[in-house]
């Protein structure tokens, strides 16, 4: 069972109470962006053994989106941040390097 | 327009007794729940997060950063929301009389925290929830918050189309002779 701390309302909630939102930080392609782009983002998934990143939905909460960071071989959760951000803060970036040191996940790391 | 139901349900007399309550007026708004104007409007204090605070003949609840629910009679609807309309006039804010699309349900005994605990994701422990905090969550499958007003009285609020079910699972869990007796 994964737990989260929402960011917006701080409770503690279970997956039970959230939605899964697929994988976070994807940048949109849309219309006159390449084939190529426009593929990325519809179908291209990171599928890592390690260190993930999110988006969830406090839906049976105050149902608001947000990132989660956590590891999907030991369910380990790092940390969970808002979702008005491009990219894992620095504070989930240094958590992560404490507890994976050279972790690494698209172009982050 | 269909007559307004005043009693969805009759009183189930478990080991906790469960009651609908549905004609109570409720009230959103979404948008700034700092907003200047709006406690003056309400004649109370705003709650804080996660808070539920007693003003006037109404209680407003915190439901998310950027949305409050008022409860109070449903004669005193129309009046408030011009009310907090005027007070949000120059900002982006949605103000909206939910009453006819909510059911209210009231447990009453000295069980009331493990009738909740048995269908809800919450620790429901005293001293890990009371009175004055307002919780969304779900209820088995459907979306449901409550709050406590007293250690032997806790309210709930769901969607008015899924009230039936939430009675049902409120009965079911209020059974006698499944008490578990955690915390009594
Ligand atoms: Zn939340």
């Given at each position: 069972?994964?737990?989260?701390?929402?960011?917006?309302?701080?409770i503690?909630?279970?997956?039970?109470?959230?939605?899964?939102?697929?994988?976070?930080?994807l940048?949109?392609?849309?219309p006159?962006?390449?084939?190529?782009?426009?593929?990325?983002?519809?179908?291209?998934?990171?599928?890592?053994?390690?260190?993930?990143?999110?988006?969830?939905?406090?839906?049976?909460?105050?149902?608001?989106?947000?990132?989660?960071?956590r590891?999907?071989?030991?369910?380990?959760?790092?940390?969970?941040?808002?979702?008005?951000?491009?990219e894992?803060?620095k504070?989930?970036?240094?958590?992560?390097?404490?507890?994976?040191?050279?972790?690494?996940?698209?172009?982050?790391s | 327009?269909?007559?307004?139901?005043?009693?969805l349900?009759?009183?189930?007399?478990?080991y906790?007794?469960?009651?609908?309550?549905?004609?109570?007026?409720?009230?959103?708004?979404?948008?700034?729940v700092?907003?200047?104007?709006?406690?003056?409007?309400?004649?109370?204090?705003?709650?804080?997060?996660?808070?539920?605070?007693?003003?006037k003949?109404?209680?407003?609840?915190?439901?998310?950063?950027?949305?409050?629910?008022v409860?109070?009679r449903?004669?005193?609807?129309a009046?408030?929301?011009?009310?907090?309309?005027?007070?949000?006039?120059?900002?982006?804010a949605?103000?909206?009389?939910?009453?006819?699309?909510?059911?209210?349900?009231?447990?009453k005994?000295a069980?009331?925290r493990?009738?909740?605990?048995?269908?809800?994701?919450?620790?429901?422990?005293?001293?890990?929830?009371?009175?004055?905090?307002?919780?969304?969550?779900?209820?088995?499958?459907?979306?449901?918050?409550?709050?406590?007003t007293?250690?032997?009285e806790?309210?709930?609020?769901?969607?008015?189309?899924?009230?039936?079910?939430?009675y049902?699972?409120?009965?079911?869990?209020?059974?006698?002779?499944?008490?578990?007796?955690?915390?009594?």
């Amino acid at each position: 069972m994964l737990i989260f701390e929402c960011p917006y309302c701080g409770i503690q909630a279970d997956e039970t109470e959230l939605s899964p939102g697929g994988e976070a930080h994807l940048k949109r392609h849309g219309p006159g962006a390449s084939d190529e782009d426009f593929e990325g983002y519809l179908f291209m998934r990171e599928n890592p053994k390690g260190v993930h990143f999110e988006r969830w939905r406090h839906s049976n909460g105050c149902g608001k989106w947000f990132h989660a960071a956590r590891c999907t071989i030991t369910l380990e959760v790092f940390g969970t941040y808002k979702a008005q951000t491009l990219e894992p803060p620095k504070k989930i970036k240094d958590q992560i390097a404490v507890k994976r040191p050279g972790w690494s996940w698209r172009t982050f790391s | 327009m269909s007559e307004p139901q005043t009693s969805l349900f009759p009183q189930f007399n478990g080991y906790v007794t469960v009651s609908c309550e549905s004609d109570m007026g409720m009230i959103i708004m979404r948008g700034s729940v700092t907003a200047k104007g709006l406690g003056a409007a309400l004649g109370t204090s705003l709650p804080k997060e996660r808070k539920i605070v007693e003003g006037k003949e109404m209680q407003i609840a915190w439901m998310s950063p950027d949305e409050l629910m008022v409860l109070c009679r449903k004669e005193h609807v129309a009046d408030l929301i011009t009310e907090v309309e005027g007070s949000l006039s120059t900002q982006h804010a949605l103000v909206a009389d939910v009453s006819d699309a909510r059911a209210i349900f009231k447990l009453k005994g000295a069980n009331v925290r493990e009738v909740v605990a048995k269908l809800a994701p919450v620790d429901m422990a005293p001293g890990q929830f009371g009175s004055g905090e307002m919780r969304r969550t779900r209820f088995g499958q459907i979306a449901g918050a409550f709050w406590m007003t007293g250690e032997d009285e806790l309210n709930i609020v769901c969607f008015r189309s899924v009230a039936e079910y939430m009675y049902k699972q409120l009965c079911v869990s209020a059974t006698q002779g499944s008490e578990l007796d955690l915390w009594t």
